[in-house]
């Protein structure tokens, strides 16, 4: 395993250099989006519409920001669970998006869209919101700021820590995690 430092927008190259394992420090624009977010993505884009932001080579993190507080930047800004975006995820990955930021594995049919594509999962360390938070050097809505914390925001970061969870060539940190630690006994052999 390596720790990589990745700069954004991302490009098949930088994609290609990531395994499941890697350690990442990204720095420049990401995209916050959450569940009604990205349902109203995939809508806009079934109608033939132009998204609120040009997404190609772009990351998207599923995460909401809490409120922020007076001399911040941005509320606490952990990751939210992955799982919900599994409908959606690969329709936005074929639209351009190199991938996204969240905690939990991704479905098999996401898993099969970063391969395609040539994108990657990253997972965020669920509890270490306020930490994240801090490596957000400046915040901007993007769209639909009626819906809160599921609203589109632009995030600049400097390092925001990061881990490959899943590769383009089908390497799956979760599954990986699982065959390497779980222990055989002779009555299961």
Not at 37 to 46: F, G, N, P, T
Not at 113 to 125: D, E, H, I, M, N
Not at 137 to 144: F, H, L
Not at 145 to 162: M, Q, Y
Request: charged share 25%; proline share 5%.
């Amino acid at each position: 395993m390596s720790k990589k430092i990745i700069t954004t927008p991302l490009t098949d190259e930088v994609v290609k250099s990531l395994r499941a394992g890697d350690e990442v420090l990204i720095s420049g624009a990401i995209y916050t989006a959450r569940d009604t977010a990205h349902k109203r993505m995939v809508e806009l884009l079934d109608k033939q519409e132009k998204l609120p932001f040009d997404i190609k080579g772009q990351l998207i993190y599923y995460a909401g920001p809490t409120p922020t507080r007076p001399g911040k930047v941005i509320g606490s800004i952990g990751p939210t669970s992955s799982v919900r975006m599994n409908p959606y995820a690969p329709r936005l990955l074929q639209e351009g998006s190199k991938g996204m930021i969240g905690k939990g594995e991704m479905n098999a049919d996401v898993q099969m869209t970063l391969q395609k594509y040539t994108a990657v999962y990253l997972a965020a360390v669920g509890g270490a919101a306020a930490l994240i938070a801090q490596t957000v050097v400046k915040d901007e809505p993007v769209a639909w700021e009626e819906l809160g914390t599921e609203a589109i925001r632009e995030l600049t970061v400097k390092d925001f820590p990061a881990i490959v969870a899943q590769d383009c060539y089908g390497g799956n940190l979760y599954q990986e995690g699982l065959k390497k630690y779980t222990v055989t006994t002779k009555s299961q052999v």
